[in-house]
């Protein structure tokens, strides 16, 4: 199973609502990523966990909350979010966290902000 | 802060044409991907490179770390190769890796 799998697909919501996003992968990865695209952009990172511990954290508003309950699950908590943080938002994970590690991409979550 | 370019941005050929797309990067690297991207979202990593030549069906990929410059190969291509390539680079054991800007290829019958 090579899979990773993010719920729910198309997310709107408005300014004052928290929302949350998931993702799900059961390889064994102990990497789990979080990057936000915009449309025509390259993706940005936004955070990382290794070993179930924040490693980095792109400088990203605290309106996004990252969490990683356990090694096959991410999550990302959205409170008070603006309009320009309507995006796709993609969650990858890998087998260690290192750089010559492939990236499996899950499908993500389009996110609009009303 | 590694500098990654990709050229062409936009390309268009007909089915069954050779493509080439390429990367270049500023700093050393450990490793260098080359990424699939299709219109509705999801990514797929097609290779990682740290040096040499990979071949997977009609993708080839080649690196030349002395020239920092990688190419991506498409043999006899169709209009399902139609996507975004996106390279990234990435140095030392961190995670962290820099994407270029994308070549967004369209293949026409």
């Known amino acids: 199973d090579t899979e990773v799998t993010q719920t729910p697909k198309h997310l709107v919501m408005g300014m004052t609502n928290k929302k949350s996003l998931k993702c799900e992968q059961h390889?064994?990865?102990?990497?789990m990523y979080w990057y936000k695209q915009k449309a025509k952009k390259p993706p940005e990172l936004m955070f990382v966990?290794?070993?179930?511990?924040?490693?980095i954290n792109e400088s990203v508003p605290s309106r996004f909350s990252p969490e990683c309950p356990n090694s096959s699950l991410l999550n990302l908590h959205l409170h008070a979010l603006q309009p320009e943080d309507s995006a796709l938002y993609l969650c990858?994970?890998?087998?260690?966290?290192?750089?010559?590690?492939?990236?499996?991409f899950g499908p993500g979550t389009r996110l609009t902000v009303l | 802060k590694n500098e990654v370019e990709q050229s062409p941005q936009n390309l268009t050929a007909q089915e069954g044409e050779f493509i080439t797309i390429n990367c270049s990067y500023s700093?050393?690297?450990?490793?260098l991907h080359w990424l699939q991207q299709h219109p509705g979202g999801g990514i797929v990593s097609l290779f990682m490179?740290?040096?040499g030549k990979k071949k997977h069906g009609r993708l080839i990929a080649t690196i030349n770390i002395q020239e920092k410059h990688s190419s991506l190969h498409i043999t006899a291509s169709h209009p399902r190769d139609s996507a975004v390539y996106i390279c990234?680079?990435?140095?030392?054991?961190?995670?962290?890796?820099?994407f270029g800007t994308g070549t967004r290829l369209q293949v026409t019958l």
């Open positions: 990858a994970s890998s087998q260690r966290g290192f750089s010559t590690d492939t990236q499996y």
């Open positions: 390889m064994g990865h102990r990497a």
């Open positions: 966990y290794s070993y179930e511990k924040l490693s």
């Open positions: 700093v050393g690297i450990s490793a």
């Open positions: 490179l740290s040096s």
């Open positions: 990234a680079v990435g140095a030392g054991t961190a995670s962290k890796l820099t």
